[in-house]
């Protein structure tokens, strides 16, 4: 309601007071000298009051402070002028005796300000929501599924408490990360349709709420859908559609990124090129994440895991190589555990193309097959470049057991995955 007021959006303000109060329409056009039926259309935003003396005849008739509104008090209110009244005040009609209408809008900006949660609580909602987007790269997909799930929940019925408008819209931001997040753990245990469920609920809190970053996020998740479905001029649109959501955050190196994989699948080199030369250059204007593993945080050291893979798509191995080594150092710990295995397992599998590309059967097959080995895996992405070596071994190495037997493992691990396998 006060948005709406500083806004001077007097009919959203007609509709919160119908919606929230249950102040007719009829009774609101009472106390305005306004028939009921453009009280309405004014709700349904058809129009716009924008002359000062209506603004100013609705402030009054409603009985909104007009600091509300932006008005300056009247002379006559502040004795300008040497105190001279220069102006005499405008009538205004009261009410019957007994309506409570001129204090209703007062009334309802007290009640919407009430809530039965305090700060601490949604300050505790937020905080466990950054722990489990830190948790993604490392733990077991169907455990933080559940976690994730289990917060959806909990947000819904807290949306059924009685809570004040920023609090609706920051639990509606909060259920739209948690939409994201379980449809990244969903679709990398290949449950394609529940993962474009969760990324559809995720877009439209995103542009119901307003909030640009889970739009871009959204649609970041719809390229990813359609690389590995190998619908590459998809993910470019897609692209484009996160781009325009959001400008401000380093999402926009992640849909570059994807942009370069889907390029680099088109045989576009220039196309790769361009879009990770924009892509760092996003990076290279913000600041440097203080958690880095944080899933929807993009930083440089992320950046060498999309880079690695579009050199390898153009051929470019050594350059491939050099960035999967920096992938495989980044994610190993002090203690030799693994902190991001799908993207180490993503770059064994870069090197073991390059392998097998110089003509080192036993190097690539020994080096990929590490690949297949961590528990969180994301199935549709590790096929999907597992592919690009499986074909490389059957061209160049047809006749080899080797082969025979890495295709035969894909084949299995292929079974686990729900969308077409790439090969």
Not at 223 to 243: K, N, P, S
Not at 310 to 326: C, I, K, P, T
Not at 399 to 411: A, D, G, N, S
Request: charged share 25%; net charge negative.
């Amino acid at each position: 309601m006060r948005d709406a007021l500083n806004r001077r959006d007097l009919g959203e303000v007609f509709a919160l007071a119908r919606k929230w109060g249950g102040i007719s329409f009829t009774k609101i056009g009472e106390a305005i000298d306004m028939k009921a039926e453009r009280v309405g259309r004014l709700a349904r935003g058809e129009g716009a009051i924008t002359t000062m003396d209506k603004i100013v005849q609705v402030a009054d008739g409603l009985r909104i402070p007009g600091h509300l509104l932006g008005l300056a008090a009247r002379p006559w209110e502040r004795g300008a002028v040497v105190g001279v009244v220069t102006q005499p005040p405008v009538a205004v009609a009261l009410p019957p005796a007994g309506s409570s209408g001129l204090w209703e809008v007062a009334e309802m900006v007290r009640r919407i300000e009430q809530s039965d949660i305090n700060p601490a609580s949604m300050e505790s909602i937020e905080a466990a929501i950054y722990q489990l987007c830190r948790a993604y790269p490392y733990a077991p997909a169907a455990d933080l599924h559940q976690k994730t799930r289990e917060g959806i929940n909990f947000l819904t019925r807290q949306l059924d408490r009685r809570i004040s408008l920023k609090q609706h819209r920051d639990l509606l931001v909060d259920a739209g990360w948690l939409f994201l997040l379980g449809g990244c753990l969903e679709y990398d245990m290949g449950q394609v349709e529940a993962a474009n469920l969760s990324r559809a609920a995720a877009l439209r809190i995103g542009v119901e709420s307003g909030h640009g970053e889970i739009v871009a996020w959204a649609r970041e998740l719809e390229a990813w859908f359609a690389l590995t479905q190998g619908r590459f001029a998809d993910v470019i649109t897609a692209v484009e559609a996160g781009h325009a959501a959001d400008t401000s955050h380093s999402i926009g190196a992640q849909l570059y990124g994807q942009a370069a994989k889907a390029y680099g699948r088109m045989g576009d080199g220039r196309g790769v090129r361009d879009a990770l030369e924009a892509g760092r250059a996003r990076l290279e204007r913000l600041p440097e994440p203080e958690h880095p593993d944080h899933h929807f945080v993009i930083d440089p050291d992320k950046w060498a895991f999309y880079a690695m893979d579009a050199y390898r798509l153009l051929g470019d191995d050594d350059r491939a190589s050099v960035h999967a080594r920096e992938v495989i150092r980044v994610g190993t710990a002090s203690d030799g555990s693994e902190r991001s295995p799908m993207r180490m397992a993503e770059a064994r599998l870069t090197l073991g193309v390059a392998a097998a590309r110089r003509g080192e059967l036993e190097e690539a097959v020994s080096v990929a097959g590490r690949a297949f080995e961590a528990e969180r895996k994301s199935l549709p992405s590790l096929l999907m470049i597992a592919g690009e070596l499986d074909q490389e071994l059957r061209t160049n190495y047809p006749q080899e057991v080797l082969t025979r037997q890495f295709h035969e493992q894909l084949v299995t691990i292929g079974a686990e995955s729900k969308p077409a396998l790439p090969f």
